[in-house]
Nanobody, 124 residues
Framework: QVQLVESGGGLVQAGGSLRLSCAAS????????MGWFRQVPGKERDFVAR????????DYADSVKGRFTISRDNAKNTVYLQMNSLKPEDTAVYYC?????????????????WGQGTQVTVSS
């Protein structure tokens, strides 16, 4: 079993910033690529960002490029999502994901373990 504990969500005004954290059990995060997804009611869960096991490769959805930054601290088994210049359309439940295979590819395109989700609400 992989346990992912997310934190950092909240209510912010447009233009503000939030930093999400996802702490994984054991050393799972240190040996696997990780990523973030988000979901709004009635819609599919969408890819936001991913990062390779050593942090050397990152990938972002077009809608967040230039505003969001994914990073990781393998000593803490934690991945972060720094969200700047937030927009109302960023409002969603944000989920941390760890691919079952551990691969960078599967973080976005394969089977993953999910965190519980943390709510981000951006008001105008």
């Amino acid at each position: 079993q992989v346990q992912l504990v997310e934190s950092g969500g909240g209510l912010v005004q447009a233009g503000g910033s939030l930093r999400l954290s996802c702490a994984a059990s054991g050393r799972t995060a240190a040996t696997s690529a990780m990523g973030w997804f988000r979901q709004v009611p009635g819609k599919e869960r969408d890819f936001v960002a991913r990062i390779s096991v050593n942090g050397g490769r990152t990938d972002y959805a077009d809608s967040v490029k230039g505003r969001f930054t994914i990073s990781r601290d393998n000593a803490k088994n934690t991945v972060y999502l720094q969200m700047n210049s937030l927009k109302p359309e960023d409002t969603a439940v944000y989920y941390c994901a760890v691919p079952r295979s551990g691969s960078y590819y599967d973080t976005r395109f394969g089977a993953v373990y999910w965190g519980q989700g943390t709510q981000v609400t951006v008001s105008s």
